[in-house]
């Protein structure tokens, strides 16, 4: 065992740290989504101080906390502040500076270390995220449509009620068959467990991570917390997270086209399929099933992500550079050395649009794609990061300048790499599936410091 490998086996098996203060933690930070699950994102501007503040009040007690979050079957709200809806809120300048660089930035202005240019670029986003017009995101998520009616006319009850809110845009999401993304995939499998959480936890996600990594106030991975936003007046910071909101476009007509031009018959443009992600669209992992899907094994938390790559280290059955092996590496042999729990995010994502069809050949004018949510304590350095060393770059696995091929936006010429005996094959003309429509950082913060945000007692 190197030195480095001794160091930090003696810190993963430190003692636990303080138990968490699930009920001042919103929900959504230590569970996943219903499955299956709908749901809306609403976006608000604050017109005034006194309206966010009233309306911050108003949600509050309708948040879930993660003490009251187990069994998923119920709807639920989550919210969360960008740093301009915090300013409007007339908070004291010394604990807006507390906040992070990034954070305080916005996404926007953070987009040469997002690396969004081009098409991906602020220039092109959608209103409201291009004018970083967003104070707050409220997101409302449910386990069938009748719950997720319900709660909705509870938010709608409070906006309509607000004097000095402005409803920006409502976005519907869910309601796909088996959970599926836009482009088929079951969605949403592997999800990083957290130390002293209470959700449960499935075969393969690895030791459980720090809470400190995902969740402020606790220690992380290097055993101490990080820093925390606030000031002793006005402490923030205890049980919030940070989150990362992208909307993508997702072009499924382009996705099969490349397929069929690529992949041959219908089952050669199926594997193709799986080789891009590193699962068949069921879910199945390639590592488990590397020749043909498994339906069975897909739809099956305690086999469906139980696995490593110890045994598949030059990439022949999962490609180095699939998606899901860049966002997760696990135990891969990287060419620079990295931490990868120190750079998980808990997704939250939800898909939005028609369900996938495999014969979809020219763009019907259809508004389909994906909301990634992110969370975690320094969910904006890990989402840039990711984007720059692990998206957007194949340095990290020996692939030079080869990019994600879902969500990496591509170069003219750029190719997807698949490791083959006796000689690795490549697949020229992979061009950009998703193109960013807009973003920003937000914070979510724990229940006592929403409620004093909604000038509420803490």
């Not at 599926?180 to 459980?208: C, K, L, M, V």
Request: contains cysteine; glycine residues 10%; proline residues 7%.
């Amino acid at each position: 065992m190197s030195i480095l490998e001794k160091v930090k086996a003696l810190v993963h098996h430190e003692a636990p740290g303080a138990p968490l203060e699930l009920d001042d933690i919103q929900a959504t930070v230590l569970f996943d989504r219903p499955d299956p699950y709908f749901g809306t994102h609403v976006l608000l501007r604050f017109d005034s101080a006194a309206g966010g503040r009233a309306l911050l009040g108003s949600l509050a007690p309708h948040v879930r906390s993660a003490a009251d979050a187990r069994d998923n079957t119920e709807a639920w709200i989550a919210v969360a502040l960008s740093h301009a809806g915090l300013r409007a809120l007339a908070l004291d300048e010394a604990l807006l500076a507390s906040f992070p660089a990034a954070f305080s930035a916005g996404m926007a202005a953070r987009a040469d270390r997002l690396q969004d240019t081009g098409p991906n670029a602020p220039e092109t986003w959608e209103a409201p995220f291009a004018g970083g017009q967003v104070h707050l995101a409220v997101s409302i998520f449910a386990p069938d449509e009748a719950s997720w009616q319900a709660a909705m006319a509870t938010a709608r009850e409070q906006f309509a009620s607000m004097r000095d809110v402005t409803v920006l845009a409502s976005h519907d999401f869910g309601a796909q068959p088996d959970s599926r993304n836009a482009f088929g995939y079951r969605d949403n499998i592997s999800n990083p467990a957290i130390e002293g959480g209470t959700a449960d936890t499935w075969p393969g996600q690895g030791r459980p991570i720090k809470a400190g990594e995902f969740i402020l106030g606790y220690p992380g991975e290097a055993g101490v917390p990080l820093a925390q936003p606030g000031t002793e007046s006005e402490p923030l910071g205890r049980n919030g997270s940070y989150v990362v909101l992208r909307k993508y476009h997702t072009d499924v007509a382009g996705f099969n086209r490349f397929l069929r031009e690529h992949g041959g018959d219908a089952d050669g443009q199926e594997l193709l399929a799986a080789k891009l992600v590193g699962r068949w669209r069921s879910g199945a992992p390639l590592t488990l099933a590397p020749e043909r899907d498994d339906a069975a094994l897909g739809k099956d938390r305690q086999r469906n992500n139980d696995f490593t790559y110890e045994d598949d280290q030059e990439g022949l059955k999962v490609p180095h550079g699939c998606h899901m092996r860049r966002m997760n590496p696990r135990d891969s042999k990287l060419a620079i050395l990295t931490d990868v729990n120190l750079h998980r995010l808990s997704r939250r994502s939800t898909t939005f649009g028609p369900p996938y069809d495999p014969n979809l050949l020219e763009d019907d004018g259809a508004e389909r794609g994906l909301f990634f949510i992110g969370l975690s304590a320094k969910a904006a350095e890990t989402m840039e990061f990711m984007q720059q060393e692990w998206i957007n770059h194949g340095n990290f696995i020996d692939l030079g300048e080869e990019r994600d091929p879902l969500v990496g936006q591509q170069p003219d010429g750029a190719t997807f790499t698949l490791p083959e005996r006796p000689v690795r094959r490549r697949i020229h003309g992979i061009h950009s599936f998703c193109t960013l429509r807009g973003g920003e950082y937000l914070f979510m913060p724990g229940l006592r410091a929403l409620r004093r945000l909604g000038g509420l007692d803490g």
